[in-house]
């Protein structure tokens, strides 16, 4: 039986670690995605990816429902990315190319060389953004963010 998001917070709230993992697992990719976005680096995301769970544990007493549990937490991870790239005072490369896209390809090998072409454009023109204009751009196009939840403070 697949536990709510609301019963596995309450229990990793109680020190259920199995809960906690389990909303880790549910959130983890999209966590890490977010981190890419910001830093550029499959690295350097992982370890904020890292931070942000670490982050959420010691916050979940925090967590009030005003906003979703999703939205939270991709403040969080913004928030710690943000941290990050202001203390560093500079824009991280982006490493892109995973490897594993194009096996998987098929038949469909050019559309996807082409979207990922376009994705890696993409890519590299945010990452010239100064860190503000980063941060909003990435959580209001590629988080879905309304421009009020951009505009609360983290």
């Known amino acids: 039986m697949r536990l709510s998001e609301e019963e596995l917070l309450r ?3 109680e020190g259920d670690m199995y809960a906690f993992e389990e909303l ?3 959130y983890e990719k999209k966590v890490y995605s ?3 976005r910001f830093m550029g680096s499959v690295e350097d995301a992982a370890d904020m990816a890292q931070e942000s769970f670490l982050r959420l544990y010691r916050s979940l007493d925090k967590y009030r429902g ?3 549990f999703s939205t939270w937490l991709y403040h969080i991870v913004s928030n710690i990315c943000r941290d990050e790239l202001r203390k560093r005072g500079r824009i991280s490369a982006a ?3 995973d490897g594993t896209l194009l096996e998987s390809a098929g038949a469909n090998l050019e559309a996807l060389v082409l979207e990922r072409e376009e994705q890696q454009y993409l890519n590299s023109l945010i990452l010239r953004l100064p860190d503000d204009y980063r941060v909003v751009v990435v959580m209001r196009e590629i988080m879905g963010f309304s ?3 951009i505009a ?3």
């Open 11 to 13: 229990l990793s709230r």
């Open 24 to 26: 880790v697992g549910r």
């Open 34 to 36: 977010i981190a890419c």
């Open 66 to 68: 005003e906003a979703s």
């Open 95 to 97: 490493v892109l190319d």
């Open 147 to 149: 421009y009020e939840e």
């Open 152 to 154: 609360k403070p983290g």
